[in-house]
């Protein structure tokens, strides 16, 4: 049983670029939550999304950051016009929907996005 | 919302004694509290996690606890190994079910042989 993949694991992108982040929950699981963890830091919550719905956003930055799961394929966290404080890693975590415990999240290996 | 305070925030132990890390948290409505664990560029595992319906629960060398009047809650660690060294992240759900996740700031421990 694969546990929640993300791709890609280091980024690179110039300010102004456009930055992709995918995710692909556990099997059975279709809860899928973002979090940043900047350099030496705790992770902070960004978005909690499930298939085709976002739940919760209210840790996602106004601009330029915008969350997807579609029906379809993995989630996508997107990142327009990047600067250099976007420069973080980025872990997607997945909990499962028919289970006894659905607030049990695994983490994915993270995507290291740094910004030139 | 809910705000986690995590201590200390380094901690430093001789290899086989016990390890203890705190958390407080804000929200009582809170009612899921998983400890992961994060080695250098890895992924945080979960380790152990405890339900509000429960004092304590132990897995092996670990154990967490849980005072839901004082809201704190605590990691502990016995005979401590090498292996143990990472940083160590406490959270709390401030809502039933599925939700998100608020972190605690970290604790990095290194058990020193």
């Known amino acids: 049983n694969a546990g929640v993949m993300q791709n890609p694991r280091h980024l690179v992108r110039r300010r102004g670029q456009e930055a992709r982040l995918r995710c692909s929950p556990m099997?059975?699981?279709?809860?899928v939550y973002w979090y940043r963890q900047l350099p030496e830091e705790g992770l902070k919550f960004m978005v909690y999304?499930?298939?085709?719905?976002?739940?919760?956003e209210s840790g996602m930055p106004k601009e330029r950051f915008s969350a997807e799961f579609p029906k379809e394929g993995p989630s996508i966290l997107r990142i327009q016009q990047v600067v250099r404080g976007d420069s973080a890693a980025y872990f997607c975590?997945?909990?499962?929907?028919?289970?006894?415990?659905?607030?049990?999240?695994?983490f994915g290996p993270g995507t290291r996005l740094t910004v030139l | 919302g809910e705000n986690v305070e995590q201590h200390p925030s380094t901690l430093s132990v001789q290899e086989g004694d016990s390890a203890v890390i705190k958390c407080t948290y804000s929200?009582?409505?809170?009612?899921?509290f998983p400890w992961y664990k994060q080695e250098l560029g890895k992924r945080p595992q979960l380790i152990i996690d405890?339900?509000?319906?429960?004092g304590e629960k132990k897995d092996q060398r670990i154990a967490v606890t849980l005072n839901k009047t004082a809201k704190h809650f605590s990691l502990h660690i016995t005979e401590t190994q090498p292996e143990d060294s990472a940083v160590y992240f406490c959270?709390?759900?401030?809502?039933?079910?599925?939700?998100?996740?608020?972190f605690g700031q970290g604790t990095r421990l290194t058990i020193n042989p």
């Open positions: 099997k059975g699981h279709s809860h």
């Open positions: 959270a709390a759900s401030p809502l039933q079910g599925a939700q998100k996740l608020v």
């Open positions: 975590a997945s909990s499962p929907v028919l289970a006894l415990f659905t607030d049990t999240q695994y």
């Open positions: 405890i339900r509000s319906n429960v």
């Open positions: 999304l499930q298939k085709e719905n976002i739940i919760d």
């Open positions: 929200d009582s409505a809170s009612n899921y």
